[in-house]
T-cell receptor, first 112, second 108 residues
């Protein structure tokens, strides 16, 4: 079954740690996205990719970075986590830019 | 850029009631999606509906693109319908612009 996966689902870490949030999809979609969301609030786009070796920054400024070496994989990295990074991070993919987006289960990050 | 507004912001209903959620957008859009976010944070696709009407069980949606609004209907509400309902519209740059959501609570 085609799907989109995120790991870990929950992460509690200390300030200054480097972390990587994983996102993989099995649908063969070219376009992938990372959103940041505070509980119950609207989503904010922080990164997106049109395909392999393509990465763009979204509307919300973020200290994170992303890479797209393989079509199915779009990891997000925080070099030095801070309490202000505490949030939920949602990964999504779509076949084309104007198509329906499908979301992973999210990673809830808490930085102490 | 376009703006997406949802109403009402909060809705509390008894189980079995019907409800209508509204999504207004300020300019022409390429498509519109409705999502349900459950208490665990998972976003579930409900409808991909740039125009017209679609139905899926107790849920249906109608988008009138020329009048720049979309409606989500929930009939015979169940407690599992609780959560936040988001609409999101794709703008001319093919980015999803999100509404602030409608928080729905269904009481048993």
């Amino acid at each position: 079954e085609a799907d989109i996966y995120q790991t870990p689902r929950y992460l509690v870490i200390g300030t200054g740690k480097k972390i990587t949030l994983e996102c993989s999809q099995t649908m063969g979609h070219d376009k992938m996205y990372w959103y940041q969301q505070d509980p119950g609030m609207e989503l904010h786009l922080i990164h997106y990719s049109y395909g392999v070796n393509s990465t763009e920054k979204g509307d919300l400024s973020s200290e994170s970075t992303v890479s797209r070496i393989r079509t199915e994989h779009f990891p997000l990295t925080l070099e030095s986590a801070r309490p202000s990074h505490t949030s939920q991070y949602l990964c999504a993919s779509s076949e084309y830019s104007y198509n329906e987006q499908f979301f992973g289960p999210g990673t809830r990050l808490t930085v102490l | 850029g376009i703006q997406v507004e949802q109403s009402p912001p909060d809705l509390i209903l008894q189980e079995g009631a019907n409800s209508t959620l509204r999504c207004n957008f300020s300019d022409s859009v390429n498509n519109l999606q409705w999502f349900h976010q459950n208490p665990w944070g998972q976003l579930i696709n409900l409808f991909y509906i740039p125009s017209g009407t679609k139905q899926n069980g107790r849920l249906s949606a109608t988008t009138v693109a020329t009048e720049r609004y979309s409606l989500l209907y929930i009939s015979s509400s169940q407690t599992t319908d609780s959560g936040v309902y988001f609409c999101a519209a794709t703008d001319s740059n093919y980015q999803l612009i999100w509404g602030a959501g409608t928080k729905l609570i269904i009481k048993p």
